[in-house]
């Protein structure tokens, strides 16, 4: 028999390990499974009670599952109450045992006593499955139309499950389900809307339906605002607020999307809306639901703003839920109606200072939505304010918030230059690399501002602590424009006026060099600001050498590099400095801005043929995209930045102890002033090249008879022209344009020898990377064969190649489209992609008509730089689409089968 269920529960309680639990339940278990086997009819009810308890603790309790069905069958209510519980707690809708109570089910529902109907209602309204659903629906649904509210309340609720189950038998219950809305018990009314809104969910038939009946739940609701006090619902002072809040659920669904519907309602939301009070969390609750209602549905123009202004209440609430869910509602809001939204724009601002962590966030999302042209000033200015006083774990949001409102809305540059300056002073550590760079690319192309802004920044430096953008920021500045700091260049009639000497702005930029909470990467900007600052200020040239030469011996091999290879500028090749720290070209701020928002992730960038579309760039310029350049952004600049020629002394047979350089008198005078010992030895430390403009021309123009002339390739992996360098990534791999033109020449080592100047070396040496990098011959165009880059039934591509010797990385490639069909293509486009180290430009193509059979071609000429040229092949992907009677064709294929060597 076991012991009574109190006395098991105490043993179990009484356990002081986990063990000895197990063992208890073990025991009680064996003694259940012995009562089960002998089938024990007085205890069963107490034997299924305590096997309820031990479900209740996780333990398996699946050998009992069969007794919950004998009891169901007992013709007790106490038995079938017992049996029903255990059904819905040992059981789900899974368990194929479920199937064998269906019969007892529907028995149960056709019982006369209203209890034992409610349980089985009960049970079937928690486990059913589909397939009793479907057997028991047409019981269900007579006992809708019961002349008992118990027994019609309990059939609604378990009618809900129904519908879930099987959508497909919601029009049978349309009728029933009607007539529960002039139901007069509170309990019986609610339930029906309940179903009444499942149904419109389930079926969009029942949706109509219930929109005709529209009026009636008016009724109902208008009823309940208006009626006296009743005892029985009053909630708060409120008359049944459950009972409204499912109305208003119902009235929504019924209002969205339809106008008609939603004129009928508009006169009860806006009662509600007014007649409510909110100083009770009952009547909160139903202007919450009667806000959402009017949102959703066809509402007009006056009642929308009732409903926000009812939100604008809610944020002035103590309650923190009541103003979290108001935040929520007023996101959703603005896409409805900012301008009413904007009303409350000062209270949102209070609730982004508010102490909870989810209130400030959500307040900060909402503000961030609402900012505009007009308001922008007025936002960022408290924002920056309550920048000041935010808690570290809140900042980091708040400061990327601000920067992409800056960034976004900013009316001029002046403006977004001081509002950067402010969040990197106040909040520098939290701005991110992207919004200094940003900042950096504005300021090179803000010409007249330079000089405002490097004052600017030197003054908010004075307060620095740390901040690790400002840093970086003021110090690429400083290395830029360091002598309009010192000359009062470009000084505004609004600024104030400050003194700063050379020695001052050495100061600062050593200040950043010495100070260990920056980082490796800003700390290089820094010396290379210093060598900058040593052609701007030679009076402080001394004092620069020193500092750059304390970090020869750094741990950071990045700052140890530069010391050594800046050092070595200073002491011995004073005529190279001038062109190295040049100041770098503007920036092309439309490059910038296409690579920055759109960045896909993508390993391929597409490049649309000319004749689809250009690209129309914010600083007024329109162009094709240009080489990248090696600098501190991994930036672009506008390739037709002025390029300077410089000439440096006889230092390369210092360098080498080597004499002159015979060969060299053989060139011609025009280009004897280029080709000089400072190009060669750019060469020899693989600081890279680019192809000459116009304006360099006749420096390129060289007879190819002579060796010495002809121009070399640049190394695969060059490092970058120093003067086009600043801030963190100072020694970035991608080549690109300089500030100064050099015309690379074929290394010197064989001049080592006394050997003919003709014969060209194998390698250069690299003296930084310690690594040669083998160069073709040059003046020597190898010859490569044409492929079949595409074929398919209807169309055929071949790629002829040629390459100038003067640049091995560009591969020029005339494709040829031939139409294999039998009818003219009309429209055609071409479009192709590369990976990310590659560059592609498009020429416009011959024809947007491509004749049939063959009858005549197409050409387009392509043109491909690889920056990896000599360690990745070039790879292609095709998009072509034309048009073929009308009907739009789209062909897509990669080009794997290049030939070596391009």
Known sequence: MGARLRDMIRAIRACKTAAEERSVVKKECAALRTAFNENDQDFRHRNLAKLMFINMLGYPTHFGQMEC??????????????????????????????????????????????????????????????????????????????????????????????????????????????????????????????????????STVALDHFRKQTAMLVRILKSMITSGYAPEYDVGGIMDPFLQIKILRLLRLLGHGDADSSDAMSDILAQVATNTESNKNAGNA??????QTIMDIEAIGGLRVLAINILGRFLSNKDNNIRYVALNMLMRAVAVDTQAVQRHRATILECVKDADISIRQRALELVYVLVNENNVKTLTKELL????????????????????????????????????????????????????????????????????????????????DGQESLAQAT????????????????????????????????DLVERVLKDLRVSPETRAGAVTALLKLSSRFPSCTEHIKGLILQNKGNSVLELQQRSIEFGSILEKHQNLKEGLVDRMPVLDEGIYNAKRYNRTGSDVKIAPSPQQATSNLPNGSEKPVTSGLADLLDLSIDD??????????????????????????????????????????????????????????????????????????????????????????????EPGPSATSLLPVQPVNGALNAGSPSTAPAST??????????????????????????????????????????????????????????????????????????????DPASSSLLPANGGGVISQSISIDNSMHGQKNLVMRLRIGYKVNGQDVLEQGQVNNFPAGL
């Open 69 to 202: 069905l004998k009891l169901i069958a007992s013709p007790g209510f106490p038995e079938k109450r017992i049996g029903y519980l255990g059904l819905m707690l040992l059981l789900d809708e899974r368990q194929e045992v479920l199937m064998l109570v269906t019969n007892s089910l529907k028995n149960d529902l056709n019982h006369s006593n209203q209890f034992i109907i409610g349980i089985a209602l009960c049970s079937l309204g928690n486990i059913c499955s589909a397939e009793m659903a479907r057997d028991l629906a047409s019981e269900v649904e007579k006992l809708l139309q019961s002349n008992n509210a118990y027994i019609r309340k309990k059939a609604a609720l378990c009618s809900v499950r129904i519908v879930r189950k099987v959508p497909d038998i919601a029009e049978n219950l349309l009728k029933p389900a009607t007539g529960l809305l002039s139901d007069k018990n509170h309990g019986v009314l609610i339930s029906g809307i309940k179903l009444c809104t499942e149904l419109c969910r389930a």
């Open 475 to 506: 110090v690429w500045c400083v290395g830029e424009y360091g002598e309009m700091l010192v000359n009062h260049t470009g000084e505004l009639e609004t600024e104030e006026p400050v003194t700063v000497t050379e020695s001052d702005t050495v």
């Open 765 to 842: 040496i690299d003296l930084l990377n310690d690594f040669g990098m083998g160069v073709p011959a040059a003046g020597v165009a190898p010859a490569f064969p044409s492929i079949i880059a595409f074929q398919s039934k209807a169309l055929k591509l071949s790629f002829d190649f040629s390459k100038s010797p003067e640049k091995p990385s560009t591969t020029l490639i005339k494709a040829t489209f031939i139409n294999l069909s039998s009818t003219q293509y009309t429209h055609f486009i071409f479009q192709a992609a590369v990976p990310k180290f590659m560059q592609l430009h498009l």
């Open 640 to 733: 037709s930045a002025p390029q300077s020629h410089t000439s440096a002394g006889d230092f390369l047979q210092d360098l080498l102890g080597i004499g002159p350089i015979s060969s060299a008198e053989a060139l011609p005078s025009s280009v004897q002033n280029s080709v000089s010992g400072a190009d060669v030895l750019l060469d020899l430390l693989s600081l890279g090249t680019v192809a000459s403009t116009s304006s360099s021309s006749a420096s390129t123009s060289v007879a190819p008879s002579n060796p010495l002339t002809q121009v070399s390739p640049p190394s695969a992996d060059p490092l970058p022209h120093v003067g086009s360098i600043n801030g963190p990534d100072l020694l970035s791999q």
């Open 385 to 464: 304010d309550y920048l000041k006083s935010s808690d570290s774990d809140f900042k980091a949001d708040l400061t990327k918030k601000i920067c992409s409102i800056v960034d976004k809305f900013s009316p001029n540059k002046l403006w977004y230059i001081d509002q950067m300056i402010k969040v990197m002073s106040e909040a520098g550590k939290y701005v991110t690399d992207e919004v200094t760079h940003a900042l950096v690319v504005v300021i090179s192309n803000a010409l007249d501002l330079q000089g405002y802004t490097v004052r600017s920044l030197y003054r908010s430096f004075q307060h620095w």
């Open 286 to 291: 139903i202007l919450y639901e009667c806000v």
